[in-house]
C-alpha cells in the first residue's frame, strides 16, 4: 500500500521567512502530486498540483513545490510567508493506473506570527 | 459555481446508535469521495465512485459502514453501529475525473459518547 510522508508536524516562523514542507511517498508507479491547505475555519481547497512535465510547479499565493522522481519527494516552498499563510497543508498522492486510490499525508500544522 | 454541500454539520450520538451523513457534489462532477479524518492525522480514504459504481471501498470497515451514491448524484454514508473510535471528521469530496483535484465540503463533525 502506498504511504505519504510529511516530516514536519508543526512549523512555527515570522512573517517573511521562508517556508519548505517536506512530502514524500512510498508508490514506485506513476502518480499525481497535490498539495492542499485549509485555512482556519474553511474547507480543504487546493494549493497546487503535479501531472507531468515541468518538476516545477507553482500555485496559488506565491506557493511551489518541486517533484523529484528519484528521492519520491514533492516539497512546498514559498520564499517569505505572510500571516494569511497560517493554516494546515496536506500532502496527497494519487496512484495512476491501477486503484487510483489517494493517500494523504498526517498533515502539517503551520503558525505565521505577524 | 456551488461547492460540495453536507448535511448534518455536526452530530453527536452514543455508542451503538446510527448516523447517516449526506453530500451533494458539484454538478456534473463524477467522481465521488468519502474520507474520513480523525484529528491530528490526514482525510483518509473509506470510498471512492466514479458516476454510480465504486471505484475502490478496500479501506470501508463493511461491518457497520455503508455507503450509496444513488443516480450517479448524492451520495450517504451510514454507520450502524456506531463505536467511540468513530469520533472524527467525515469529508465529502468531488471530482471530474479519477486522480484529479477534488473538491471538499465542509464535513460532518461526528462524536460518539
Known amino acids: 500500500a502506498q504511504s505519504v510522508s510529511q516530516h514536519n508536524h508543526h512549523v512555527i516562523l515570522s512573517e517573511a521567512a521562508s517556508l519548505e514542507l517536506g512530502c514524500n511517498y512510498s508508490y514506485g508507479g506513476t502518480v499525481n502530486l497535490f498539495w492542499y491547505v485549509q485555512y482556519p475555519g474553511q474547507h480543504l481547497q487546493l494549493l497546487l498540483k503535479y501531472f507531468s512535465g515541468d518538476p516545477l510547479v507553482k500555485g496559488i499565493k506565491g506557493f511551489e513545490a518541486e517533484f523529484i522522481k528519484s528521492k519520491f519527494s514533492f516539497n512546498l516552498r514559498k520564499p517569505s510567508v505572510q500571516w494569511s499563510d497560517t493554516a494546515e497543508y496536506f500532502c496527497a498522492v494519487f496512484s495512476r493506473g491501477g486503484s487510483y486510490i489517494p493517500t494523504f499525508g498526517r498533515g502539517t500544522s503551520l503558525i505565521v506570527h505577524p | 459555481e456551488a461547492g460540495v454541500a453536507q448535511s448534518p454539520r455536526y452530530k453527536i450520538i452514543e455508542k451503538r446508535q446510527s448516523v447517516a451523513f449526506w453530500c451533494n457534489p458539484i454538478?456534473?462532477?463524477?467522481?465521488l469521495y468519502w474520507y474520513q479524518q480523525i484529528l491530528g492525522q490526514g482525510p483518509k480514504l473509506l470510498i471512492q465512485?466514479?458516476?454510480?459504481?465504486?471505484?475502490?471501498d478496500s479501506q470501508l470497515p463493511k461491518d457497520r459502514f455503508s455507503a450509496e451514491r444513488l443516480k450517479g448524484v448524492d451520495s450517504t454514508l451510514k454507520i450502524q453501529p456506531a463505536k467511540l473510535e468513530d469520533s472524527a471528521v467525515y469529508l465529502c469530496?468531488?471530482?471530474?475525473?479519477?486522480?484529479?483535484?477534488?473538491?471538499f465540503g465542509p464535513g460532518t463533525r461526528l462524536t460518539v459518547l
Open positions: 469530496a468531488s471530482g471530474t475525473g479519477l486522480a484529479d483535484t477534488q473538491y
Open positions: 465512485f466514479q458516476n454510480n459504481g465504486v471505484v475502490d
Open positions: 454538478s456534473g462532477h463524477a467522481t
